[in-house]
């Protein structure tokens, strides 16, 4: 965890532990915006981790509205029936690519899919399609949804900043919070450099290389990319592995 989210990951844990604790007679559903690469996924999956909430994930950006062919709602949420009697947490990630507008045809079916969205928000049953293509009623009403976006980078730390960006008023009557994640320092991310997971995954496997040698080499190259990179912490581990490429 880097110190830029100690603040927003208190905030966020404090909701989901009220929705857990309440069985989700308090649902918080909120927004978290923020610049690409300030960890938004990766917060909130470790939350979920240590609150030990079921977590799954639904990319807004790849979904199709129903009966269009491509993954619909009904089922990019087919996880859910595996977890419909306890709280979870559903993280709609990429959700401000449904505002782009990049042609009339496109801007029409993302309205269908933001339509969609809301009749869950306000469902306390959905009907999910299944893998024998039939649909199935699954209870929704144990779910906290996290609608998550780097909205080209604004700054969008407010519900009028989300209205401004598109946002229909009924999805921020339905989700009224909002969170924004900061861009992760320098400092902050040379500082974890040795606690990288992928870093000890491939010094497992290779025995001839020296663990500081690479924790230096490995910083070296993040402080130089970091000059340049817009991807913020995913800059991390794009560095781990063009390091251990580099002799091939």
């Known amino acids: 965890m880097f110190p830029e989210q100690e603040k927003i990951k208190s905030q966020i844990t404090h909701l989901m532990m009220a929705a857990q604790q ?7 559903h909120f927004f978290l915006t923020g610049p690409t690469g300030t960890g938004k996924s990766f917060l909130v999956n470790q939350i979920a981790e240590e609150l030990n909430m ?15 062919s491509g993954n619909s709602l009904t089922k990019a949420m087919r996880p859910l029936r595996q977890h419909w009697n306890k709280p979870n947490i ?21 309205s269908d899919v933001q339509d969609e969205f809301l009749r869950v928000l306000e469902s306390t049953h959905v009907s999910i399609f299944t893998d024998y293509g039939k649909y199935e009623q699954v209870r929704v ?14 700054k ?31 400092d902050s991310l040379l500082a974890a450099v040795p606690h990288l997971q992928l870093l000890k995954d491939y010094l497992a496997i290779t025995p001839n290389v ?15 990319e970091y000059k340049t990179s817009s991807i913020g912490v995913r800059l991390l581990n794009s560095m781990v592995h063009q390091y251990f490429m580099k002799d091939i």
């Open 156 to 186: 969008i730390r407010s519900l009028e900043d989300l209205k401004d960006a598109g946002i229909r008023n009924e999805f921020v009557g339905r989700v009224p919070l909002v969170f924004w994640t900061d861009e992760v320092h320098l």
């Open 54 to 68: 079921d977590f799954f994930e639904i990319n807004a950006a790849q979904l199709t509205a129903e009966g269009m």
């Open 210 to 224: 020296k663990p500081r040698e690479a924790q230096r080499a490995i910083s070296a190259m993040v402080r130089e």
């Open 22 to 28: 309440s069985e989700c007679a308090i649902r918080p």
């Open 90 to 110: 559903i993280f709609v990630d990429e959700f401000d690519k449904l505002f782009q507008r990049n042609g009339e045809g496109t801007q029409s079916f993302r």
């Open 141 to 154: 009403d144990k779910c906290v949804f996290i609608f998550a976006g780097a909205f080209s980078d604004q």
